[in-house]
């Protein structure tokens, strides 16, 4: 069964650093490409970052400006969501996805595969 199970998110101030992970069971991370998606309070979704490991690339969403680094840890079948300097507007819920077309915000998200979300609040 196919599972992505997000952790480490939390409360944090602005300025301050958070490291999402997400385990993946059930398949191999390696072979697919997967993303970070967020979804603040009242809005929609939105891509935050997104690795390919076929083209070699990493793409990230322009809101976030270099504060975050997306990587792998392909032994460990996990991802990770480096976010430094955060800000208010960053507070959300923040999942993630896999699936051949998730690095593509205008794909059916239906055609993913989700993790549950971690949740992500930066407050003074």
């Known amino acids: 069964q196919l599972q992505l199970v997000e952790s480490g998110g939390g409360l944090v101030q602005p300025g301050g650093s958070l490291r999402l992970s997400c385990l993946a069971s059930?398949?191999?991370?390696?072979?697919?490409?997967i993303a970070w998606y967020r979804q603040a309070p009242g809005k929609g979704r939105e891509g935050v970052a997104c690795?390919?490991?076929?083209?070699?690339?990493?793409s990230y969403g322009a809101f976030v400006e270099g504060r975050f680094k997306m990587s792998r840890e392909k032994f460990m079948n996990k991802v990770f969501l480096q976010m430094n300097n955060l800000r208010s507007e960053d507070t959300g819920v923040y999942y993630c996805?896999?699936?051949?077309?998730?690095?593509?915000?205008?794909?059916?998200?239906?055609?993913?595969?989700w993790g549950q979300g971690t949740q992500v609040t930066v407050s003074s």
């Open positions: 059930g398949f191999d991370l390696n072979r697919v490409p």
């Open positions: 690795l390919n490991e076929a083209e070699r690339s990493t």
């Open positions: 996805a896999v699936g051949p077309k998730v690095c593509y915000e205008d794909a059916d998200a239906s055609d993913h595969t």
